[in-house]
């Protein structure tokens, strides 16, 4: 009698859901297919729009196993599988796992963007979280920097792309600026004269836009002359050095008084 009784609900449940199941397995085979040729063209499409080669991964990453989750979900709710507890169990880990890794995910984020919108890039000299020094690399959670000083610095891409950044490349060029105090006895004609000629002599200086030499500021005990160059971003601080030091020889050479120390 029980195994008569057992044949017939299984017979029941062979022609109520047993069409649901065979449906569900063929689905899921189809978008299996699917997902795999998706994962081609995706790569392609990737490649074609060039997209950051350390962030191609992550995309094609995320996006596929978004797609077979989904597959999975619809599958299973199609052929009546009980989701409450799976979809509480994913959620309770998905809190747990937020709270534990929301300063890597702000990270993620960051570089994520950071390699999309390319506020900088590869080579480029940048000022960001107090730190001077050109990016040699660009990576999902952080970004590296070589300061002059042969000093590597790692920046948090989460801190870095929500702060000021200054890019001091980009534009291809990079002003000088500096004062130099002069007695109030001194010639200012001549001085300015042998500032240019200084500029003039010195390498790597370019010739546009316009050299500025001028007098900016009246101290108590000194007038102010500054100085604006421009200079290739990789030359800076060697045009500055060279330059401050010859026109500070030059100037002592012509006779010009510098201001009396206090």
């Not at 350390?54 to 996006?63: E, G, H, K, M, Y």
């Not at 990079?174 to 390498?203: E, G, H, N, P, W």
Request: glycine share 6%; no cysteine; hydrophobic share 50%.
């Amino acid at each position: 009698m029980e195994v008569k009784e057992f044949y017939k609900e299984f017979h029941t449940w062979i022609i109520t859901q047993g069409p649901k199941y065979v449906f569900g397995i063929i689905v899921f085979t189809i978008g299996l297919w699917v997902i795999r040729f998706l994962r081609n063209r995706i790569r392609l499409r990737l490649s074609q729009r060039a997209v950051h080669s350390s962030l191609q991964p992550f995309i094609l990453s995320l996006t596929i196993t978004s797609l077979y989750v989904l597959l999975i979900i619809w599958v299973m709710n199609y052929i009546g599988f009980e989701m409450t507890i799976f979809t509480t169990i994913i959620g309770a880990f998905s809190v747990a796992a937020g709270l534990a890794l929301s300063g890597t995910f702000q990270n993620f984020a960051g570089g994520v963007l950071i390699l999309l919108l390319k506020p900088f890039e590869l080579d480029d000299s940048i000022v960001a979280q107090g730190q001077e020094g050109k990016v040699i690399s660009i990576q999902i959670f952080y970004t590296v920097l070589l300061t002059a000083d042969n000093k590597t610095v790692i920046i948090p891409n989460g801190k870095l792309f929500n702060e000021v950044i200054v890019n001091v490349t980009r534009e291809g060029k990079r002003r000088l600026d500096f004062d130099v105090k002069l007695a109030y006895a001194a010639d200012i004609d001549k001085a300015k004269q042998v500032m240019l000629d200084a500029i003039k002599s010195t390498k790597n200086v370019l010739t546009t836009p316009a050299i500025r030499v001028g007098l900016v500021g009246l101290d108590s005990d000194s007038i102010r002359i500054t100085v604006n160059v421009w200079v290739e971003p990789a030359n800076f601080l060697d045009v500055k050095i060279a330059l401050m030091e010859k026109i500070i020889k030059d100037l002592g050479a012509a006779g010009i008084n510098f201001p009396k120390p206090g």
